[in-house]
């Protein structure tokens, strides 16, 4: 811990930091919020960037430059009407005059601004919190819809490029040997019988039919900070995978993590359901602010997006326990396979729903 102190002594900040504690529940850096004995602003978060997963972290750093300083002119220029508030982390800078620390060991750290007053959820809670959720993934798309994507470099290469998941599944299972239990039966099963559908938005792009946008890459619901006192969405925060990508990866990503009330931390896989009132919920947050720069072609392919990015994050965890927990952090042995468990559960609920889910869609867009 006195190491920790050390590390968070490097960012210029006001006041005496009087406590360090973990924060969050990140599967790929260490988050800590740190405490400030001052009249000003009382946290900061300090984070150590995993560089086996972002191996140029400072190009981590200018992506969320240039997001944050292209969303805060825009903000200038057009502040939201209603009253409502929304805030971006701000990079808070070392002594030395740079937007990170590095320390003797090599390891990389950075420091943001705190978003007081608010708080995030690893769940959905109502509707009301299903539509805030969908429009500050609407806020966020809205405000970078006019940065160009090739301003942002591509810290994570093949990053929600379902095809390059499925390549680099199938190395891992040539490789590793595994015991074969039901569940893992039950998962190469499921990935063999999407393999030649999980092309689907790839393909889309090849055949222009979908393009880059500046997109956030994680928008999950625990990224995503409710108000305290109104309710209001009011940030959307790790903005570590911000870069280009088509914005289905994040439709995708935010509805398979707020449909799922189990949350995808569950152990109860068997009963994994998508909630189709919550989908409806969070659509009808987020497409009144997107309708102006979501085209024909993007409404097409929403539901294979929702479909896929479920399929996609499973086959990312179950290729990680076949590979011996390489990349995401574990709690316990078979924990990734619990994950990946829950993310096919989801994937097959989405299928059996298809209806149902078109019906929303059309129903909104
Ligand atoms: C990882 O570290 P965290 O929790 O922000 C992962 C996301 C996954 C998510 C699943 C860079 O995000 O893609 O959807 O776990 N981030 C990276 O919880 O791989
Ligand atoms: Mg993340």
Request: glycine share 8%; aromatic share 10%; charged share 25%.
């Amino acid at each position: 811990m006195d190491n920790l102190f050390a590390v968070a002594g490097q960012f210029r900040t006001q006041g005496k930091i009087i406590d360090i504690r973990e924060f969050g529940s990140g599967n790929i850096n260490n988050t800590f919020l740190v405490t400030l004995d001052a009249a000003g602003e009382k946290h900061f978060v300090l984070q150590r960037i995993n560089t086996q997963v972002f191996r140029r972290p400072e190009l981590v750093m200018q992506n969320m430059r240039i997001a944050t300083e292209h969303i805060h002119r825009r903000l200038e220029q057009a502040p939201l009407s209603g009253g409502r508030r929304w805030e971006v982390p701000r990079v808070l800078l070392a002594h030395d005059g740079r937007d990170h620390w590095l320390a003797p060991d090599g390891s990389f750290w950075r420091a943001l601004t705190f978003i007081e007053g608010s708080r995030s959820f690893d769940t959905i809670k109502d509707s009301h919190h299903a539509g805030e959720v969908g429009y500050a993934l609407g806020m966020f798309h809205t405000l970078l819809s006019d940065l160009p994507p090739g301003r942002l470099a591509d810290t994570l290469e093949g990053f929600h490029i379902t095809p390059r998941y499925l390549r680099h599944y199938d190395e891992v299972l040539a490789k590793h040997s595994t015991g074969r239990s039901p569940e893992v039966n039950y998962c190469l099963e499921f990935v063999s019988m999407r393999s030649v559908w999980a092309h689907v938005l790839e393909n889309a792009q090849a055949q222009g039919r979908l393009f880059l946008r500046a997109i956030h890459g994680d928008p999950k619901v625990n990224n995503i900070l409710m108000d305290n006192a109104t309710g209001h969405a009011v940030s959307i925060v790790d903005l570590d995978t911000v870069k280009p990508g088509l914005v289905h990866y994040d439709i995708g990503d935010c509805l398979r993590s707020g449909c799922n009330p189990l949350g995808e931390e569950t152990e109860e896989w068997e009963t994994v359901q998508f909630d189709t009132d919550l989908c409806r919920s969070i659509l009808q947050g987020y497409i009144p602010m997107a309708r102006e720069f979501l085209t024909e072609n993007d409404f097409e392919y929403l539901f294979d997006a929702i479909r896929l990015i479920a399929f996609e994050l499973g086959l990312r965890f179950f290729t990680d326990y076949l590979e011996g927990d390489v990349y995401f952090k574990v709690r316990r042995p078979g924990h990734n396979l619990a994950r990946a468990l829950v993310q096919f559960r989801l994937t097959e609920s989405i299928e059996s729903q298809k209806p149902a889910i078109l019906g929303i869609i059309q129903e909104i867009r």
